[in-house]
């Protein structure tokens, strides 16, 4: 097992979505069921936690260092990290009952991509994925979609990558900026040979993918033809997401899921950080206002 460090003391019940902030030197995460965001600041090693009302998704860096566009569970807004103030987008979509938002990014074009999964039913189709473009205007791009995660983009901007948890499929299409001619997807990675299941995902600036496998208990990273070319196994056995950052952008983040079974020094929950020889992108900015 690679050498870790806890990035916090914070267990989360549903840990998602790290972003590297390189303009305030901090990692974003959220713990979905807590309804928090946390951070954590590397340049005064300080914790910083916002709570909400409802539950908080994905989360995205904008063109305002102070801003993020954030889905909720079934909405989209900007908050303010040091306002405080929630500015819910004033076009909105109806998801079906029991259908909430899940994993999320933005693309090189500065538009966020957000996908969708049943909370009650999670072996049927009802999820979808979403894109917020810089006028604020809401598109459905996929959809019959089981478990919807994994949203990341290739280092050139010419691919969306994506996964079915329940399929245990990570797909790839081309991306553009006209939606019109985003093309049917292709199975990027057939894992059901894997014990676990695809999770969230980044890609290094090798624009190899880096998959967080919840229930395997690892990261996986795949290469340009999809081929496993490296493991990093984890001390928590449901991690769920993962992004680079750090100074120098070779710290891999991990975020993570509590097990149900665990006890206090099992790590389920927290969020690791682990030392690469890979670099990785800075996050794409959401453009829009």
Not at 67 to 78: G, K, T
Not at 126 to 136: N, Q, R
Not at 174 to 184: G, H, P, V
Request: proline letters at 2%; glycine letters at 6%; charged letters at 20%.
């Amino acid at each position: 097992m690679n050498k870790y460090s806890i990035v916090s003391d914070d267990k989360s019940i549903l840990g998602e979505s790290p972003i590297w902030d390189e303009f305030y030197q901090r990692i974003y995460w959220v713990d979905i069921e807590s309804k928090c965001l946390h951070a954590w600041s590397f340049l005064d090693n300080k914790k910083l936690e916002w709570n909400f009302d409802n539950r908080i998704s994905a989360i995205s860096l904008t063109n305002n260092n102070d801003e993020l566009i954030c889905a909720f569970d079934n909405f989209f807004a900007f908050y303010n990290v040091n306002t405080h103030h929630i500015t819910r987008l004033k076009n909105q979509i109806s998801l079906p009952a029991n259908v909430r938002f899940n994993d999320g990014k933005t693309d090189g074009y500065g538009r966020f991509w957000c996908g969708t999964m049943s909370e009650s039913n999670p072996s049927k189709a009802d999820g979808s994925i979403y894109m917020v473009d810089e006028k604020l205007e809401i598109h459905k791009i996929f959809d019959n979609i089981y478990i919807s995660n994994s949203l990341t983009f290739s280092t050139d901007n010419k691919y969306i990558y994506y996964a079915d948890t329940f399929k245990k499929k990570i797909y790839r299409t081309n991306l553009s900026k006209d939606i019109l001619n985003i093309k049917a997807s292709e199975i990027f990675v057939d894992n059901t040979s894997l014990k676990g299941f695809p999770d969230g995902s980044t890609v290094d600036l090798n624009g190899y993918l880096w998959n967080a496998e919840w229930n395997g208990g690892q990261v996986i990273c795949y290469d340009l033809n999809g081929d496993i070319i490296n493991r990093i196994k984890t001390p928590m056995s449901r991690p769920t997401c993962c992004a680079f950052g750090g100074p120098n952008m070779n710290v891999l983040f991990i975020t993570s899921a509590l097990e149900k079974k665990a006890d206090r020094s099992n790590l389920s929950g927290q969020t690791i950080s682990i030392n690469t020889d890979k670099v990785g992108n800075y996050s794409n900015r959401f453009v829009g206002n």
